[in-house]
């Protein structure tokens, strides 16, 4: 009773003395709340038949009508699978790639060389995807493009790679990587430099080489990195970046390349304005996504001793 | 301490050198190979290759690009949402971060929860657009700004900033009868340069780099960024329709695009080298605390 009366007065306390934060925090609530949770409400329109002009208080509600509708044909299976193996072609070829060069970088000498790499390692992070996009595009063309000159001088014919299924989904591997190598080796490095250099020293004093040296030194110093990396890499594997594959993709590739967010882009406001459809597409994504996410908090909170990813 | 150099050793070292050598180039020569395309003449790039220079500086391709009037509009739209987006998006990130870093705030969990949640669900892009439109936002320019105005990835970023100012400041100037917002205002922001110089960046270049909103909200091509018009450039085969308003067609289409391309990233490029250091200063305030 004592107790819980010194609480009150100590809460009233409080409130006294914090009411202006909430008055200051009030404009970011209302933004919060048109913009995420005014939009978590027009997921009802994920089980109606939506019309525009009827709004979202007078469409007929139709129930899991439209998720029928998405698996009756087989271009919402089509974007799913699309989904996993762009994910995975991400996580096999361009997750190991920012830790080997962030090791390799680490081992230069040259301080001022290292340093200059670093530095414009990153510099593709902060380039749009418009841009990137032009990029590909240009060293791509088949008339002007370098790749073009190239194989004009081995006596070949140069095609238009960008609108040809099969180079597709390397394209986006690649690009992903020129993108994100520099700016995911941040990370890396940082974690590299608190590797304690006394385990070094005692390496070498024990004969190791440069490569055993990494490998049982600077890897173990920084599997935990590596590990929640890859956990968070994992929670998004239906996360395909959408400005990358809007960018890259066109009719001709949407057979390997279109996404679950590209499909729900495409039904809903590209071509069919289908916006049940569209909307229970883009919910299906959200659990699953939501779910993924928190069993990957969940296992990294066990592997790092309670620091969850959030 | 200075080692022995083995002949292991320096077999490794020229191998990796060349390898750093290697991504340097793969890096800029994307951004070089435009830069030769817009200035070249298309004969050049057809039997080029991997070019290193241009034949020449032939600079019809800018003059045709600049005189288009969408382009200079497009700038202007560009600059605008970049400099007043940062703004308010600043002003609002400003103020959660720093009632989330309040540590006694009554309430305080349930915030971050409420800003956090929206991190792992969202009602997804048909119920957003549809917001949008009932708001009355859909072709406006502001449209390009406030949707998307928030990141709460950043607001966490700074509020791990405001949490590493020790607590102590806070108790001393409420003491002193400092108010919540006399201590934001007068002790916070002055100490959090670096914090709120790395932010302003991040929201600076995701507001330059943002294409895909003005595609969704904007009809009207007056109203939309550099960035969306370049993607427009690139995905229309025939670029009568987007470029050549008028019959003067003397530059190749290709060459076109290049000059738009580097346009488009020159300023990205020059203002880099001043600003990558808050970056990274970024990613590692972000570490700290996740």
């Given at each position: 009773?004592?107790?819980?009366?010194?609480?009150?007065?100590?809460?009233?306390?409080?409130?006294?003395?914090?009411?202006?934060?909430?008055?200051?925090?009030?404009?970011?609530?209302?933004?919060?709340?048109?913009?995420?949770?005014?939009?978590?409400?027009?997921?009802?329109?994920?089980?109606?038949?939506?019309?525009?002009?009827?709004?979202?208080f007078r469409s007929k509600f139709i129930g899991l009508e439209n998720f029928r509708e998405m698996f009756r044909t087989p271009t919402f299976p089509r974007a799913i699978r699309n989904t996993l193996i762009i994910s995975?072609?991400?996580?096999?070829?361009?997750?190991?790639?920012?830790?080997?060069?962030?090791?390799?970088?680490?081992?230069?000498?040259?301080?001022?060389?290292?340093?200059?790499?670093?530095?414009?390692?990153?510099?593709?992070?902060?380039?749009?995807?418009?841009?990137?996009?032009?990029?590909?595009?240009?060293?791509?063309?088949?008339?002007?493009?370098?790749?073009?000159?190239?194989?004009?001088?081995?006596?070949?014919?140069?095609?238009?790679?960008?609108?040809?299924?099969?180079?597709?989904?390397?394209?986006?591997?690649?690009?992903?990587?020129?993108?994100?190598?520099?700016?995911?080796?941040?990370?890396?490095?940082?974690?590299?430099?608190?590797?304690?250099?006394?385990?070094?020293?005692?390496?070498?004093?024990?004969?190791?080489?440069?490569?055993?040296?990494?490998?049982?030194?600077?890897?173990?110093?920084?599997?935990?990195?590596?590990?929640?990396?890859?956990?968070?890499?994992?929670?998004?594997?239906?996360?395909?970046?959408?400005?990358?594959?809007?960018?890259?993709?066109?009719?001709?590739?949407?057979?390997?390349?279109?996404?679950?967010?590209?499909?729900?882009?495409?039904?809903?406001?590209?071509?069919?304005?289908?916006?049940?459809?569209?909307?229970?597409?883009?919910?299906?994504?959200?659990?699953?996504?939501?779910?993924?996410?928190?069993?990957?908090?969940?296992?990294?909170?066990?592997?790092?001793?309670?620091?969850?990813?959030? | 301490?200075?080692?022995?150099?083995?002949?292991?050793?320096?077999?490794?070292?020229?191998?990796?050198?060349?390898?750093?050598?290697?991504?340097?180039?793969?890096?800029?020569?994307?951004?070089?190979?435009?830069?030769?395309?817009?200035?070249?003449?298309?004969?050049?790039?057809?039997?080029?290759?991997?070019?290193?220079?241009?034949?020449?500086?032939?600079?019809?391709?800018?003059?045709?690009?600049?005189?288009?009037?969408?382009?200079?509009?497009?700038?202007?739209?560009?600059?605008?949402?970049?400099?007043?987006?940062?703004?308010?998006?600043?002003?609002?990130?400003?103020?959660?971060?720093?009632?989330?870093?309040?540590?006694?705030?009554?309430?305080?969990?349930?915030?971050?929860?409420?800003?956090?949640?929206?991190?792992?669900?969202?009602?997804?892009?048909?119920?957003?657009?549809?917001?949008?439109?009932?708001?009355?936002?859909?072709?406006?320019?502001?449209?390009?700004?406030?949707?998307?105005?928030?990141?709460?990835?950043?607001?966490?970023?700074?509020?791990?900033?405001?949490?590493?100012?020790?607590?102590?400041?806070?108790?001393?100037?409420?003491?002193?009868?400092?108010?919540?917002?006399?201590?934001?205002?007068?002790?916070?922001?002055?100490?959090?340069?670096?914090?709120?110089?790395?932010?302003?960046?991040?929201?600076?270049?995701?507001?330059?780099?943002?294409?895909?909103?003005?595609?969704?909200?904007?009809?009207?091509?007056?109203?939309?960024?550099?960035?969306?018009?370049?993607?427009?450039?690139?995905?229309?085969?025939?670029?009568?329709?987007?470029?050549?308003?008028?019959?003067?067609?003397?530059?190749?289409?290709?060459?076109?695009?290049?000059?738009?391309?580097?346009?488009?990233?020159?300023?990205?490029?020059?203002?880099?080298?001043?600003?990558?250091?808050?970056?990274?200063?970024?990613?590692?305030?972000?570490?700290?605390?996740?």
């Amino acid at each position: 009773m004592m107790h819980s009366a010194a609480a009150r007065r100590n809460r009233k306390r409080l409130l006294k003395q914090y009411w202006p934060a909430y008055l200051l925090v009030l404009p970011v609530v209302i933004w919060y709340l048109t913009f995420c949770y005014a939009p978590m409400g027009g997921i009802a329109i994920a089980f109606q038949d939506y019309k525009i002009l009827k709004g979202i208080f007078r469409s007929k509600f139709i129930g899991l009508e439209n998720f029928r509708e998405m698996f009756r044909t087989p271009t919402f299976p089509r974007a799913i699978r699309n989904t996993l193996i762009i994910s995975i072609l991400n996580l096999s070829i361009g997750f190991p790639v920012p830790i080997i060069f962030a090791i390799l970088l680490n081992e230069m000498t040259q301080l001022r060389y290292k340093k200059a790499v670093q530095t414009i390692s990153y510099l593709p992070h902060f380039i749009s995807w418009s841009v990137t996009g032009g990029l590909i595009y240009m060293l791509l063309s088949p008339s002007t493009g370098a790749i073009a000159g190239v194989v004009r001088a081995m006596g070949g014919q140069p095609v238009n790679y960008i609108g040809i299924s099969k180079y597709f989904r390397s394209i986006v591997v690649v690009s992903a990587i020129w993108k994100n190598m520099g700016w995911s080796a941040i990370i890396y490095m940082s974690a590299i430099t608190g590797v304690d250099e006394q385990l070094y020293e005692a390496a070498i004093i024990d004969g190791a080489g440069r490569f055993q040296r990494i490998w049982h030194v600077t890897l173990p110093g920084i599997r935990p990195v590596i590990a929640i990396q890859l956990i968070l890499a994992v929670g998004n594997i239906l996360n395909v970046n959408f400005s990358q594959i809007f960018i890259l993709i066109n009719d001709l590739t949407l057979d390997v390349g279109e996404t679950i967010d590209y499909y729900v882009y495409r039904v809903g406001l590209g071509a069919a304005f289908d916006f049940g459809l569209a909307t229970a597409s883009g919910l299906i994504k959200s659990v699953i996504g939501f779910i993924l996410i928190v069993i990957v908090n969940a296992i990294s909170r066990k592997l790092t001793d309670g620091e969850g990813i959030w | 301490m200075r080692r022995m150099y083995t002949h292991a050793d320096k077999v490794f070292h020229s191998c990796n050198l060349t390898f750093m050598s290697l991504v340097l180039i793969l890096t800029l020569y994307p951004f070089w190979y435009v830069m030769i395309g817009s200035v070249s003449t298309m004969g050049h790039l057809i039997r080029g290759g991997f070019i290193l220079l241009p034949d020449g500086l032939h600079f019809e391709a800018y003059q045709q690009v600049f005189r288009n009037a969408l382009i200079p509009t497009a700038y202007r739209n560009t600059l605008f949402i970049t400099i007043v987006g940062t703004a308010f998006s600043m002003f609002l990130t400003i103020l959660g971060a720093y009632v989330l870093s309040l540590k006694k705030l009554p309430g305080r969990t349930f915030l971050t929860f409420f800003f956090v949640l929206t991190m792992l669900f969202s009602g997804g892009l048909i119920p957003l657009y549809l917001v949008v439109r009932s708001i009355g936002l859909l072709d406006n320019i502001w449209a390009l700004i406030i949707p998307g105005a928030m990141s709460t990835y950043n607001m966490i970023l700074l509020r791990n900033f405001f949490e590493s100012i020790p607590e102590a400041l806070f108790e001393a100037a409420s003491i002193d009868g400092e108010s919540i917002w006399g201590y934001l205002f007068r002790i916070l922001l002055p100490l959090s340069g670096a914090g709120l110089a790395t932010i302003t960046l991040f929201y600076s270049v995701s507001y330059w780099n943002a294409y895909f909103e003005s595609l969704i909200y904007i009809r009207n091509r007056d109203l939309w960024p550099m960035q969306t018009v370049l993607r427009q450039v690139l995905q229309t085969a025939q670029m009568n329709t987007m470029l050549y308003d008028d019959a003067r067609q003397t530059v190749a289409a290709e060459t076109l695009k290049d000059a738009m391309i580097v346009i488009t990233v020159v300023p990205i490029l020059m203002v880099y080298p001043f600003i990558q250091k808050y970056f990274v200063k970024g990613i590692m305030i972000g570490s700290l605390k996740g």
